[in-house]
């Protein structure tokens, strides 16, 4: 018996079908069906870790299970690559971006080639190659000339670490995605991409993504956050700002208006901004209200603050009452109108601010069942019933109530049914060197103008430096200055480069041809979109998958493709996560420099370098920030990347997290052994007990059944489990003869395929068989095989499980009966609590229930 060598054995298999081209696309009509499989592709940051290799493995399982499957299979890879950190790495290290980002990618290439992966290579490219970009600025161009693309002056998010602008989505808590900074306000003349106008498309277009996960749809519609209402006009009184002799608000509740308490106006609200010229009070408020978080959720949780402006708003339905007007640091100038009619009795946030101002609660909405005495305390109530307190609309349930409501106050010529959404338009404009050029001119006497098509790419200058904060193609002493292509005079490009979710919104289709002349070959996007299954972070379900999507849209308007939504299926990975170690000085500790002594529960952490004790903290995932990460070439180097590969998808359900483990993998790679030894023991020639062959040939087609069906359904923990059961039972099998065993391990060796690669093609290649393992057809069960001619059969007393009966399958119900009332071990339960069988119910090879008494 040899032992199985991953060093010698990986290399040769990834040089094997390096030099076969393996993994090429096919080409041209092949009559095969097609698969698109494609994970997120990677930021270049300069190494990945197993916590990275997680979704790519699962990509690859995928991938060649459908190759496996006769699918002409489409897998490529490319670099998500524009961006701040290369700035931020030019400012800290002084090296060009570029020369940053592409040294980086370099590494990670090598790397991911490591881990075996399935990838089609000659399709790769990076967002900052002028190859692909140049291609983005012309269908920028395309969606401009249709409309698409506007140009405004608005309220941005401005991160002042980055020094650029975020979009909404960008902003987490209140900070910046990347830098983590506090957030400002701040008015800039920026580029937008109309999405609004896709919102309901693309809310409606998620009832047919029945392959997504439902909380990624949930959260992409809470984030459109299209309402149904009506915008109501309220009549100002008072000292009030010339301009603004009334307040529109929306409402979603119109059934409520006559619980009414006061109006409230967002902190930037233009009447807020008005009234806040002539007061300092209220100026001063508006300034304290900025200072909180920019979030709905940070919103919600704060104290609810206000300021009473001291004008009155006359209501709407009865011109004879009149409520305050408030300025409210709840309130989102975002939504809606940015100002709201507050219902304190039906909505929480109201109430608490009504309680805190001791305004009125009024309840209009009375509980089914609720006596006339029905009123609010601490809790809003916001559940059905009938409406009272409310004119005409009393005893109306609520959503009669909403329709009279608005068929009112359209009548009254106050307001209308409406709907609005919380999406906006996307912003675009980011402050910084290292992004797509907006391919624009400035003109005076021509206004923004589109660079001309022959004149594409607008390529970056090289010549920059970092060393003043803000952005370098602002200050480049000759790049902007250009001619205006229109009348010739002086004029200046645009030195904003674009988001680069614009540059991950539409790589996918752009992977289908990477070569082609147009943007998106259209003959091949038909071919090989929508993306079969799509693999990524869940922490990407708004902010990448809804630009994607409205982008897939725009383009298939616009004529580019045909497909409008880019990812039939989703699947979103769990994280794989690493204890973190640090030492006495706060800095981290890489585990590689770890040593853990256990004893008993308690564990040890001690750095081998210098033999101080550590700090063991949480276990978070893997990052480079923490130094809690492992890198495929340690795993290479001590136990093969096929045991890495197995590990990070057996441990636990791929959608949740997996705790690395050096236990876990020297588990995975006791197993490749032990897969190893079956087939490098194998004899041909021997012959076997019959009983034994078929035994094994069922225990075989069980197996594939299983396996199949577990990478199917995306189960690869389950999958691989039935695998580890299988090659027990193989070895168990030890006596089957050389045919059963052979047919035995020609299935293993497939089915192990896509989750040890390396492992199965040297196991394939010992079989004897020709070719390689790669291209073999994924094994078919026989359904004869895999249904047993003997079934156990539970027995149950009152409910309980007593005992068990083994019965042919089909056995006739009387034949049951007897044997479960002749089981030991119901006769001795029965005896030992003195009872009796009052009646038999048997559930054909299912179950046999007792009723004793």
Request: glycine share 8%.
């Amino acid at each position: 018996m040899t032992r199985y060598d991953p060093r010698t054995a990986e290399p040769r298999q990834r040089a094997r079908w390096e030099a076969a081209k393996a993994f090429v696309t096919p080409t041209g009509e092949t009559g095969r069906p097609k698969y698109y499989v494609l994970e997120m592709f990677p930021y270049p940051s300069g190494n990945i870790h197993m916590g990275h290799a997680r979704n790519y493995v699962m990509g690859d399982v995928v991938a060649r299970h459908k190759r496996a499957q006769g699918f002409d299979v489409l897998h490529p890879m490319g670099w998500d690559a524009f961006g701040m950190p290369a700035e931020n790495a030019a400012m800290e290290r002084g090296v060009h971006p570029g020369d940053w980002t592409w040294s980086n990618i370099a590494a990670m290439r090598d790397q991911l080639k490591l881990l075996g992966l399935s990838l089609d290579w000659s399709r790769e490219f990076a967002t900052c190659d002028p190859a692909y970009y140049g291609k983005q600025q012309a269908w920028f161009i395309e969606l401009l000339k249709r409309g698409l693309v506007y140009r405004k002056e608005g309220v941005v998010n401005w991160d002042p670490v980055d020094n650029t602008v975020l979009a909404n989505e960008q902003v987490i808590d209140g900070r910046g995605w990347r830098s983590g900074a506090e957030v400002e306000k701040k008015k800039l003349t920026q580029w937008f991409l109309r999405i609004t106008d896709y919102a309901d498309d693309l809310v409606e277009g998620l009832a047919s993504l029945d392959r997504w996960p439902e909380k990624v749809r949930l959260m992409q519609a809470n984030w459109i956050g299209r309402s149904t209402g009506a915008r109501v006009t309220w009549p100002l009184k008072g000292d009030v700002p010339s301009g603004f002799e009334s307040v529109e608000v929306f409402t979603t509740r119109p059934d409520t208006l006559y619980g009414a308490s006061f109006v409230g106006l967002a902190p930037d609200h233009p009447l807020s901004a008005a009234i806040a010229q002539r007061s300092s009070e209220a100026a001063a408020f508006i300034a304290e209200c900025k200072k909180g978080g920019a979030s709905q959720a940070e919103i919600d949780q704060a104290e609810k603050i206000g300021f009473d402006t001291g004008l009155t708003a006359i209501h709407p339905l009865d011109p004879t009452r009149t409520v305050p007007v408030w300025i409210a640091n709840f309130i989102l100038s975002e939504y809606g109108t940015g100002a709201i009619f507050a219902c304190p009795a039906h909505d929480q946030r109201d109430l608490d601010f009504a309680r805190k101002y001791d305004l009125p609660v009024i309840p209009v909405v009375r509980p089914d069942g609720a006596g006339e005495d029905f009123a609010v305390a601490d809790e809003a109530y916001v559940g059905p019933g009938r409406i009272f307190n409310s004119a005409d609309l009393d005893g109306l349930d609520v959503e009669a109530a909403k329709k009279a409501a608005v068929a009112r106050i359209e009548a009254a010529g106050l307001g209308e049914g409406a709907t609005v959404y919380r999406l906006r338009d996307w912003g675009v404009s980011r402050q910084r060197y290292w992004g797509c050029p907006i391919p624009i001119i400035h003109c005076e006497a021509c206004g923004p103008v589109p660079v001309p098509a022959d004149q594409l790419p607008v390529e970056l200058p090289k010549d920059v430096t970092f060393d003043v904060p803000g952005n370098p193609l602002d200050r480049h002493p000759t790049w902007k200055h250009v001619k205006c292509p229109s009348c010739g005079a002086d004029a200046r490009r645009e030195t904003d480069t674009l988001d680069t979710f614009v540059d991950s919104s539409w790589y996918f289709a752009r992977f289908t041809d990477p070569t082609a002349d147009a943007p998106i070959d259209k003959a091949a996007a038909n071919r090989w979109l929508p993306v079969d299954q799509y693999i990524g972070g869940v922490e990407h379900a708004i902010l990448h998958l809804l630009y994607a999507r409205f982008i897939t849209r725009a383009l298939s308007d616009a004529g580019l493709m045909e497909v409008k939504e880019p990812f039939a299926g989703l699947f979103t990975q769990g994280m794989v996560v690493h204890e973190t170690y640090k030492a006495a000085d706060g800095k981290w500790v890489e585990p590689t420099d770890v040593e853990i002594v256990a004893d008993g529960d308690r564990r040890t952490a001690t750095r081998r370098s210098t033999g101080e004790t550590l700090t063991i903290g949480d276990i978070e995932k893997m990052s480079k920030s923490k130094k809690n990460v492992v890198a495929p070439e340690e795993i290479l180097e001590a136990y093969g990347v096929d045991a890495g590969r197995l590990f990070v998808l057996s441990d636990s359900p791929p959608e949740r997290d997996v705790q690395w483990t050096t236990g876990g993998v020297e588990g995975a790679s006791r197993f490749v052994q032990r897969v190893w030894t079956e087939f490098d023991g194998f004899d041909p020639a021997k012959t076997g007990d019959a009983r034994l062959d078929e035994a094994l040939r069922r225990e075989t087609h069980k197996a594939i059944k299983a396996v199949s069906e577990g990478v199917e359904g995306f189960r690869f923990n389950a999958a691989i489990a039935k695998l580890y059961a299988f090659v027990a039972v193989i070895r168990a099998h030890a006596e089957a003869g050389g045919e059963a065993r052979r047919e035995a391990l020609s299935a293993l060796a497939r089915l192990i395929a896509p989750f040890t690669p390396h492992l199965a093609e040297e196991c394939w290649a010992r079989l004897g068989q020709d070719g390689m393992v790669l291209d073999a057809p994924w094994p078919d069960y026989d359904p004869a095989l895999v249904t047993d001619d003997e079934l156990t059969l539970p027995i149950q007393i009152n409910g309980k499980r007593r005992g068990e009966v083994v019965m042919p399958r089909g056995a006739p119900e009387d034949q049951v009966r007897e044997a479960a009332l002749a089981n030991p071990a119901v006769q001795a339960y029965l005896v030992s609590v003195s009872q009796s069988v009052r009646k038999v119910i048997v559930v054909p090879d299912r179950i046999i229930n007792l009723v004793a008494g």
